[in-house]
């Protein structure tokens, strides 16, 4: 790590991206408490459901209990469609093989697992960090048969959907889209989370619209959306008594935590805005360096840019491995490695991130499958090289690229602060 001397440690933590609270979030929840619908049920549920299918610019909205659970009935919902009701000890998509982004939160991809499916990873193209649709069409090569497609919007940024959905359509294959980290985010002037047969967003903590927890399932399907909100709370039957034909689940959304959701809703657009200012910021503060921000196809898009990211030029990388738990580097005069500026963006008391560790590099996932764009990827070593490009995107970006703080409560003061320390980190 390079010499920080003379640059401040923050006395308060700046986050990678913390929750940012407005006011009426606690008189939303104080009015579930004050009317005692401190249930599953209740007025700050109809209202972010009605809120969120209006902003999304969809039919309807069902709101749960998180972004994963969403997921997973997103994609329990497409095995069933796709190749009927599972039987009693299996999931619906046992036997059949599900491609999916590679470059993502395991949230995108476990659901696959829990409905006894196989995910087969897709390899990221280098315009907008998602899932590449040359990989995809490799992939049908290889596999012709599947016909679900599990497709992510890393960091806010919409990918290659017009792409992805041509080649879906192309095979007779559905889409589940997760939208959890892109609310807000356009593409061809449409809401992303419209894009799917089945799509997602996500509350978590983190995220750019927040309800301590908590997602929601979009749909334009009435009848795709009784049958989740159905299977989210225990699949009860229209009987007199507890009737159950289906599996159920746990999955909707407390009314309380919908008070939170309420009243963050009003301020997605002034949340997008400050995350811009924080984008934007950074690209300025660092166009001197050897780095690139986070691309996006700026003719046809407009992320929410959630999470502000960066990606070494190769010449300036130092030195540097990542073993499964731990990583080594060389402090080289002129270059530098993520974990390098991490630790120093640490040491001045702010939070970093490194980007998603690709799936099919993560050990859970190492039997599953992984197609780029010129083939098998698992046959493909990094130091196949194609025009000077690494085979393995995912892997490149993962190497050298990493998360930068971009909460939107950072000052402009800190954020220079923290652009100081990455100019260091180069010297
Ligand atoms: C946050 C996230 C999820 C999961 O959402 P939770 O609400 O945390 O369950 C899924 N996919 C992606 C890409 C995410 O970033």
């Not at 095979?171 to 997760?178: C, K, P, R, T």
């Not at 001197?288 to 691309?295: A, H, R, S, T």
């Not at 196809?297 to 738990?325: H, T, Y």
Request: glycine letters at 8%.
């Amino acid at each position: 790590m390079k010499d920080l001397t003379g640059i401040e440690r923050f006395e308060e933590k700046v986050f990678l991206s913390s929750p940012t609270m407005h006011g009426d979030e606690l008189r939303y929840i104080k009015e579930a408490y004050d009317t005692n619908w401190m249930s599953t049920i209740g007025k700050n549920i109809n209202e972010v459901e009605r809120i969120v299918a209006e902003t999304i610019g969809c039919k309807y909205a069902v709101a749960l209990s998180s972004g994963t659970g969403a997921l997973h009935l997103a994609i329990k919902l497409a095995g069933e469609r796709l190749y009927g009701k599972c039987r009693p000890n299996e999931g619906t998509l046992a036997g059949h093989k599900v491609f999916c982004s590679d470059m993502t939160f395991d949230a995108t991809v476990n659901p696959v697992a829990y409905e006894d499916g196989e995910a087969v990873f897709i390899d990221t193209e280098r315009d907008t960090w998602n899932m590449d649709p040359e990989a995809l069409k490799k992939a049908y090569e290889i596999y012709p048969d599947v016909k679900l497609i599990v497709v992510a919007h890393l960091y806010g940024t919409p990918g290659k959907i017009d792409e992805i959905r041509e080649i879906a359509k192309e095979h007779g294959a559905l889409i589940v889209e997760d939208a959890a980290e892109s609310f807000g985010a356009l593409y061809k002037g449409k809401e992303t989370g419209t894009f799917g047969d089945f799509s997602i967003i996500s509350f978590n903590g983190n995220k750019i619209i927040t309800g301590s927890s908590g997602g929601m399932y979009l749909t334009d399907s009435k009848a795709d959306a009784d049958k989740v909100r159905k299977w989210s709370t225990q699949s009860r039957e229209a009987a007199p008594w507890y009737q159950h034909e289906e599996i159920g689940y746990n999955y909707r959304m407390s009314n309380v935590v919908a008070g939170v959701v309420r009243g963050q809703l009003p301020w997605l657009k002034s949340h997008i805005e400050q995350k811009k200012a924080v984008y934007d910021r950074y690209k300025k503060g660092l166009a001197d360096l050897p780095v690139k921000m986070n691309p996006y196809d700026m003719k046809n898009s407009v992320p929410n840019f959630w999470l502000s990211c960066m990606i070494i030029d190769k010449e300036a990388m130092s030195e540097f491995v990542r073993g499964e738990q731990d990583y080594l580097y060389k402090s080289e005069e002129g270059k530098s490695c993520p974990q390098e500026i991490l630790e120093m963006i640490t040491a001045i008391n702010a939070e970093g991130r490194p980007i998603w560790k690709p799936m099919h590099m993560q050990p859970i996932y190492r039997m599953n499958g992984f197609i780029t764009r010129y083939g098998n990827g698992r046959g493909q070593s990094n130091a196949y090289i194609d025009e000077g490009e690494e085979v393995d995107v995912g892997a490149d970006i993962f190497k050298r690229g990493l998360c930068l703080p971009s909460d939107n409560k950072m000052t402009e003061d800190q954020q220079d602060r923290i652009i100081e320390v990455i100019h260091r980190a180069f010297q």
